[in-house]
């Protein structure tokens, strides 16, 4: 069993940056994937971006250039720096990891204001 806990979240203004925190109760070397999700009120979840045990990152097209997903192995944390922010990124932000089975955490509320 592998938990996930999200920090991060709040409300901030159009242009502004937030940085998401992912903290595993697990070494985030024994996870093959981990990744930032969004579900905004209505709408489907939907991929935001992934990181690999080896680094590699892949990012969804509309965040591409404004966030940035890193990982420390060392406190087993995955971040999302998110800039220049936009209200059509108001979600539910949640954490997930991947390592035989799928992890999700509860999610940590993001809302941008224009």
């Known amino acids: 069993q592998v938990q996930l806990v999200e920090s991060g979240g709040g409300l901030v203004q159009a242009g502004e940056s937030l940085r998401l925190s992912c903290v595993a109760s697990?070494?985030?070397?024994?996870?093959?994937?981990m990744g930032w999700y969004r579900q905004a009120p209505g709408q489907q979840r939907e991929l935001v971006a992934t990181i690999t045990n080896r680094g590699g990152t892949s990012y969804r097209d509309p965040v591409k250039g404004r966030f940035t997903i890193s990982r420390d192995n060392a406190k087993n944390t995955v971040y999302l720096q998110m800039t220049s922010l936009k209200p059509e990124d108001t979600a539910v932000y949640l954490c997930?990891?991947?390592?035989?089975?799928?992890?999700w955490g509860q999610g940590t509320q993001v809302t941008v204001s224009s």
């Open positions: 697990a070494s985030i070397l024994s996870l093959n994937v």
């Open positions: 997930n990891a991947v390592r035989e089975k799928v992890y």
